[in-house]
T-cell receptor
Framework: SQQGEEDPQALSIQEGENATMNCSYK?????LQWYRQNSGRGLVHLIL?????REKHSGRLRVTLDTSKKSSSLLITASRAADTASYFC?????????????FGKGTHLIIQP | DGGITQSPKYLFRKEGQNVTLSCEQN?????MYWYRQDPGQGLRLIYY???????QKGDIAEGYSVSREKKESFPLTVTSAQKNPTAFYLC??????????????FGSGTQLSVL
């Protein structure tokens, strides 16, 4: 079953603008992660935020987590053409169970030069 | 250079044929996973293994089989029982033990198509 759902499904912005994408999930989590996937490639881990954290930064990335709303957002500042990719959120969602992460369907981000 | 290697990059299956996708890692990770990705969809878990000689079914295990005879290797066989095998298959690993839901490292994927 799908745990995380990203919104929007697709996003097109101009280079230099900020990109924001959201993720909603259904059950309690220990952590939430964001991954990037370039077309036809594997996923690359971007950032992990734990359930007791509200905000985390990594370079041009900022992730927020609101456990009361069961939602997270990923902000990419000063976007570049190389940021064009699909972005997925992933949750454990099973109280630390050992059966892997559950991924959403992703947001396809296009950065126009 | 540490990482996860999947091969082949492209694979074609004939009707009634079993095919095996390779996944090798040199990260010394205990846990390994197989995910299936369909166009416009998220990843769905097929099988996972936390330790050598042990593995568990994921959400969509029917029509697939795996083995974990070595720590470094976790091959996936797509059997003839899988009626809709066309998809992008991703292998992943992480440290395992108390970190099974932490950061995953992914291979570059295998695109399987039916002839």
């Amino acid at each position: 079953s799908q745990q995380g759902e990203e919104d929007p499904q697709a996003l097109s912005i101009q280079e230099g603008e900020n990109a924001t994408m959201n993720c909603s999930y259904k059950t309690s989590i220990n952590n939430l992660q964001w991954y990037r996937q370039n077309s036809g490639r594997g996923l690359v881990h971007l950032i992990l935020i734990r359930s007791n954290e509200r905000e985390k930064h990594s370079g041009r990335l900022r992730v927020t987590l609101d456990t009361s709303k069961k939602s997270s957002s990923l902000l990419i500042t000063a976007s570049r053409a190389a940021d064009t990719a699909s972005y997925f959120c992933a949750t454990d969602g099973k109280g630390g169970g050992a059966d892997g992460l559950t991924f959403g369907k992703g947001t396809h981000l296009i950065i126009q030069p | 250079d540490g990482g996860i290697t999947q091969s082949p990059k492209y694979l074609f299956r004939k009707e009634g044929q079993n095919v095996t996708l390779s996944c090798e890692q040199n990260l010394n990770h205990d846990a390994m996973y197989w995910y299936r990705q369909d166009p416009g969809q998220g990843l769905r878990l097929i099988y996972y293994s936390q330790i050598v000689n042990d593995f568990q079914k994921g959400d969509i295990a029917e029509g697939y089989s795996v083995s974990r005879e070595k720590k470094e290797s976790f091959p996936l066989t797509v059997t003839s029982a899988q009626k809709n095998p066309t998809a992008f298959y991703l292998c992943a690993s992480n440290i395992g033990a108390g970190y099974v839901n932490e950061k995953l490292f992914f291979g570059s994927g295998t695109q399987l198509s039916v002839l």
